[in-house]
């Protein structure tokens, strides 16, 4: 029975150390790993202020037969006030007008690059192929016929970022029927 209280105390002294050692090198884990996000912010803010091919965006967007949308959704890109972004468009064996509205585009601004499918393969595909073949340290999936409303976006994605250290941004969609003026506002 004492054999059991001493081995009993001995563990709880153990345990008591290690929170005790836990607790104390508490501030300066949380040092460490703000240390190590100012590394990461300052490495980001010296690949975008040097225009290596690391972009902080890139946007996939897969197509099929989408002329009637195309131009608009990339000039809503390529317009955007912050630059850092690469567009990666899947064509997926478009057979209208989509493919020569896009090189039309790439050879506007050449960060829109594109994939050319030789058979239909679907927009589940077209969007796995585009993500692999991101150079950018986050990911806007979009679809061809999204425009965006807000010049500056892309440059407040980025600001929030450099605050917040964010993973994952959510942001609402505004829908608007065809040959309507009016949005759908999302609750």
């Known amino acids: 029975m004492d054999f059991y ?61 989408m002329e009637k949308y195309i131009e608009s959704a990339l000039l809503s890109l390529i317009n955007q006030s912050f630059s850092f972004f690469e567009v990666i468009i899947v064509n997926d064996n478009s057979n209208d ?47 061809p016929d999204d425009i965006i409303l807000n010049p500056d976006l892309f440059q407040q994605l980025y600001t929030y970022n450099m605050k917040y250290n964010l993973d994952i941004i959510e942001f609402l969609v505004y829908r608007q029927k065809e040959g309507e003026n009016n949005f759908i506002i999302p609750k």
């Open 97 to 143: 007008n989509t493919l020569d509205i896009i090189n039309q585009m790439q050879s506007k601004d050449n960060r829109i690059k594109y994939i050319n499918h030789n058979n239909n393969q679907g927009v589940y595909i077209s969007r796995a192929d585009a993500i692999l073949n991101t150079n950018g340290n986050y990911i806007l999936l979009m679809d």
């Open 5 to 65: 209280k001493i081995i009993s105390g001995i563990l709880l002294i153990i345990i008591l150390l290690c929170f005790i050692k836990e607790t104390y090198n508490y501030p300066i884990l949380i040092y460490k790993k703000y240390i190590k996000n100012c590394r990461q912010k300052r490495n980001l803010n010296q690949a975008l202020n040097k225009h290596e091919k690391n972009f902080f965006l890139s946007i996939c967007l897969p197509v099929y037969n």
